[in-house]
């Protein structure tokens, strides 16, 4: 057994020590931490620790409350408090962007109004008839009867599934404002659903994109806008942090013509209709764009256009002289043509969106030769994990 003491945690949420000179990664710990551990993996350059036992706690440490959390690994932050996850994620984005982007600023952080149970959506792994998720970096099932991170109405789902007969394959479980239930299941064997036994709040059943019961969407709300949401459309996860959201575009965003770049069922360009003459958005998943125009009829929102296909294919083809553009791109961040777009057309305005740091700071240093960084605020999108959802406001300058 070594011992080491925690120096900080890394972009992951895990402890970072030093032993005989080399890095070690040991999850499950916090800074300032005196523990003892195993080695579990050597490299070269780094080392990866299990941890074993603590002799000096951090006092921000806290009893996990879920029952799977050493095996599931997906809460690296649940043995530590609401405010230590906050302060580190603070921190984190700050870091993040002083070491890929140059960038040395503040950071406003908004907290989530929920620690626990805040996702409106479950992807679970179909083994054998057992539900779960696959334990970190491994493809071994871990059966769950819940999750602390979602939605009670999920883990209804989860618990009591009877009318779901489904051996091996993928299923997505959603909910909204109104406590219904979206299923989409997909199976490379035959799934069998009991009809006469579904419950009433399930509002549909789609299997490898096949409606077989009910309808194919719900509706849910963020903030004051309702919005349809089919079954394969991204949809933001805490309802809550996406208002605020809404919030901080709308305090910090107005002009003639709004560009929402990758935006799903229209949510963020929507929010915005009253601040702007023309909105404009792009998204590649057609389902979500007719959501989008749905939404945009059903919200009586009549300045919008909407625009299925690849950002930078699409772009090509739209003449318009955007004064502001938002962009809330997939983890992978801008794609070269996207940025060339924002770096040739230079809007006043961009509100950059995203929940990859990493990625997010490559592009703001991209961009940093047009744009000024005017605001960073932080956002708990995903407590109990290390992520964190980010908003930066940048301004062109005068180059
Ligand atoms: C993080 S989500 C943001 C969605 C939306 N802004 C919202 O608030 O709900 C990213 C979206 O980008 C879409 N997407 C990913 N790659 C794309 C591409 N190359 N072109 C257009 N849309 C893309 C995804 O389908 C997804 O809906």
């Given at each position: 057994m070594i011992t080491s003491k925690i120096e900080r945690l890394d972009d992951e949420g895990r402890g970072i020590a030093y032993n005989e000179g080399k890095v070690v990664f040991i999850p499950d710990t916090l800074p300032k931490e005196e523990v003892e551990y195993e080695i579990t993996l050597d490299k070269k350059n780094f080392s990866e620790g299990k941890l074993s036992h603590i002799l000096h706690e951090n006092k921000n440490r806290v009893l996990p409350k879920c029952p799977l959390y050493n095996i599931c690994g997906g809460c690296s932050l649940m043995h530590s408090n609401i405010g230590f996850q906050e302060e580190y994620k603070s921190n984190k984005i700050k870091n993040i962007l002083r070491r890929y982007a140059n960038i040395d600023t503040d950071i406003k952080f908004v907290k989530s109004n929920?620690?626990?149970?805040?996702?409106?959506k479950i992807v679970l792994k179909v083994e054998n008839s057992k539900w779960g998720y696959y334990q970190k970096k491994s493809h071994n099932l871990l059966e769950v009867d819940s999750c602390l991170l979602v939605n009670n109405n999920i883990n209804e789902v989860i618990r009591n599934h009877d009318y779901i007969n489904i051996i091996d394959g993928e299923i997505t479980i959603r909910t909204n404002y109104l406590d219904e239930i979206l299923i989409s299941i997909t199976s490379e064997k035959k799934v069998n659903i009991d009809k006469n036994n579904i419950p009433e709040n399930i509002k549909g059943i789609v299997i490898n994109k096949e409606t077989i019961y009910g309808d194919n969407y719900f509706y849910d709300m963020i903030s004051d806008i309702k919005f349809k949401v089919s079954y394969n459309s991204f949809f933001q996860i805490n309802n809550y942090i996406a208002g605020e959201i809404f919030d901080i575009l709308r305090c910090n965003l107005e002009g003639e013509n709004l560009l929402d770049l990758y935006c799903g069922v229209g949510t963020l360009g929507l929010s915005l209709s009253k601040k702007y003459n023309n909105i404009y958005g792009i998204e590649k998943i057609r389902n979500a764009i007719e959501d989008a125009k749905i939404n945009a009829k059903e919200n009586e929102i009549n300045n919008t256009h909407f625009y299925v296909g690849d950002t930078g294919t699409v772009l090509k083809n739209i003449d318009v002289q955007f004064d502001t553009v938002i962009i809330d791109p997939p983890?992978?961040?801008?794609n070269d043509e996207t940025l060339k777009y924002l770096l040739d057309s230079k809007p006043k305005n961009i509100a950059y969106v995203s929940c990859n740091t990493i990625t997010l700071a490559r592009d703001l240093n991209k961009l940093s030769e047009l744009y000024n960084l005017r605001k960073v605020t932080g956002l708990d999108m995903f407590p109990q994990t290390s992520e964190v959802e980010c908003v930066c406001l940048l301004e062109k300058n005068n180059k």
């Open positions: 929920k620690d626990l149970f805040y996702r409106n983890r992978s961040g801008l």
